[in-house]
């Protein structure tokens, strides 16, 4: 009997939530906050995608201490009446059918150290001249992994249907991952083990705080795309150690992004060729039995349901396009042609999703 094939509108399981088709807004930094704090223009930036039928919806990246941030623009999920803004966002996007994850995250290198952040890292570093970032001793790492366990507290607290850790992009656990970052000669340091204790550590404190039943995803990286890289059995080592552990969902990404370059997490569409990181999230897919999302580069009905029929990836991560086309997974519904978005990384350089939508 020939398989039935997977529709993108089909709806997928992560842990016990059940999401209503297999595209996800991956998470994409609004630069919206103010001071840290939340606000209506945002919650009707969440409740705009939703509407335009996107199953799930990870945030922007947020805060899990207010000395973690990269400046004032990024929400802290400590202030008070955090709770009560994340729950106003949650219903809006319920109220359209949608899911809604929010990804915490400590920037590490990339933290607002001008405004009194931290200046730790993996390891110690001069980021900018005149500014040195030491190496995060023990404690200061132990404060940070109950940070994130705190926020997703938080965050379940408000209705949130699940949280994101992010270890890519080099903030503070993309930059333990990497050996291109990761200098250590401690516990933290040397092989994948010693690398990769962080995120791990990160991942059993919130599951603690927020208990089994409640969905947990990461956005990890397949390669760091600058040399040393982070090598590919390693990546798998990390995700079938989180898979043991309980992991819900993993999103595959790649790139470091170190500070003052080119995003190499972002890169520009060459010669209409979709799915950049796609050969990482297969092979990922293929080692572990939890969901895997691929993110980067896709941008139309055909090659997206093509590789969820010919691979083991469960869903597909877009975000650039949905900056330009919030509504474009319900056009797609009758309408499969490309979106507006040509993956230029204008929409980044502009600092703001909120000014960057035109439709």
């Known amino acids: 009997m020939e398989k039935e ?107 607002d150290w001008k405004n009194g952040c931290d ?30 366990a705190q926020s997703a507290k938080r965050c379940k607290e408000a209705g949130c249907d699940g949280v994101q850790i992010h270890g890519a992009h080099g903030y503070l656990i993309s930059t333990f991952l990497s050996p291109a970052t990761n200098k250590r000669e401690d516990g933290y340091g040397g092989d994948i083990e010693g690398r990769g204790r962080l995120l791990l550590e990160t991942y059993d404190a919130v599951r603690a705080a927020v208990g089994d039943d409640y969905p947990i995803a990461v956005k990890l990286p397949y390669a760091d795309r600058i040399e040393p890289s982070i090598q590919p059995e390693e990546s798998l080592w990390v995700c079938r150690q989180l898979e043991k552990r309980g992991i819900d969902l993993i999103e595959v990404s790649a790139g470091v992004g170190e500070p003052g370059q080119r995003a190499s997490s972002t890169p520009l569409e060459v010669a209409g060729k979709e799915g950049a990181f796609l050969e990482g999230a297969k092979r990922i897919a293929e080692a572990v039995a939890v969901p895997v999302a691929s993110v980067c580069g896709y941008r139309t009905p055909d090659f997206i349901e093509q590789v969820l029929n010919e691979t083991a990836i469960t869903a597909i991560s877009i975000c650039r ?12 519904r009758y309408d499969r042609t490309r979106p507006d978005c040509i993956s230029c990384n204008r929409c980044f350089q502009s600092k703001g999703l909120l000014a960057c939508q035109v439709k």
Not at 10 to 15: E, N, R
Not at 30 to 53: H, N, P, S, V
Not at 322 to 329: F, K, Q
């Open 119 to 148: 200046r730790l890292g993996v390891t110690g570093r001069e980021v900018e001249p005149g500014c040195v970032y030491h190496e995060a001793t023990e404690e200061e790492i132990a404060r940070i992994v109950q940070g994130f």
């Open 5 to 111: 094939k997977i529709s993108m509108y089909d709806p997928f399981t992560v842990g016990d939530v059940t999401v209503p088709n297999r595209l996800i807004r991956s998470a994409t930094f609004e630069y919206g906050a103010k001071d840290g704090k939340m606000t209506e223009e945002m919650i009707e930036l969440y409740r705009k995608l939703a509407q335009g039928g996107v199953g799930l919806i990870v945030t922007g990246m947020q805060a899990v201490l207010s000395s973690g941030v990269n400046g004032p623009h990024m929400i802290q999920t400590s202030y008070d009446g955090y709770a009560e803004d994340m729950g106003r966002m949650a219903e809006a996007v319920h109220k359209e059918g949608s899911r809604i994850f929010v990804q915490l995250n400590h920037a590490g290198y990339k933290t």
């Open 321 to 332: 396009p949905l900056i330009r086309e919030p509504g474009l997974v319900n056009r797609w």
